[in-house]
């Protein structure tokens, strides 16, 4: 019951404050200015997950574990991430999604969501993130897209797997 809570807590900050629910409202009685935001914000999105898309199917091409999947409506794109059970430079075996998202949040400055923490607890959710395209322009996702190239090009098979 606590592990529910807490989801529901760790997601009451994105409900809308009743500030912003009356400045939308306002914005809802101007047509033509609220049309012009959508269609603005809707390309800016569009541009920043076709980058994001491409830059992991270009890692994809290359042979790193990993794909994506651009969706038909919203601000997430979905990751595919094989990296359970991979060893990073220090030493430490990735043994869930919460372990590979922190990887990446330290070594390549990258936040991605676990499916996991969204109740998915299944051996096959592991490998699974949701990725927010929201706030981040194309320019900054190219920008990341080396990074967790690179961070997932450092992991390795774990050698306690190897020789197991």
């Known amino acids: 019951m606590i592990a529910k809570m807490q989801v529901i807590q760790e997601h009451i900050g994105a409900m809308a404050p009743t500030a912003e629910q009356l400045a939308t409202a306002v914005l809802f009685q101007n047509e033509a200015y609220l049309q012009s935001y ?3 914000f809707k390309e800016k999105i569009l541009a920043s997950m ?3 898309h491409q830059g992991v199917q270009d890692m994809k091409g290359a042979g790193i574990a990993i794909d994506s999947f651009i969706p038909n409506a919203g601000i997430y794109m979905t990751l595919k991430i094989d990296a359970i059970n991979m060893e990073t430079p220090d030493g430490n075996v990735l043994e869930n999604a ?3 998202s922190r990887y990446l949040i330290d070594s ?3 936040a991605l969501v ?3 923490s969204f109740g998915c607890r299944s051996k096959a959710s592991q490998l699974w993130y949701r990725a927010a395209v929201c706030t981040i322009s194309p320019s900054e996702i190219e920008a990341a ?3 967790l190239q690179s961070a997932l090009l450092a992991l390795t098979q774990s050698r306690q797997l190897l020789e197991a």
């Open 38 to 40: 959508l269609a603005g």
């Open 50 to 52: 076709t980058v994001l």
């Open 145 to 147: 897209l080396p990074r």
């Open 98 to 100: 919460d372990q590979v």
């Open 114 to 116: 676990p499916f996991a």
């Open 108 to 110: 390549a400055g990258l």
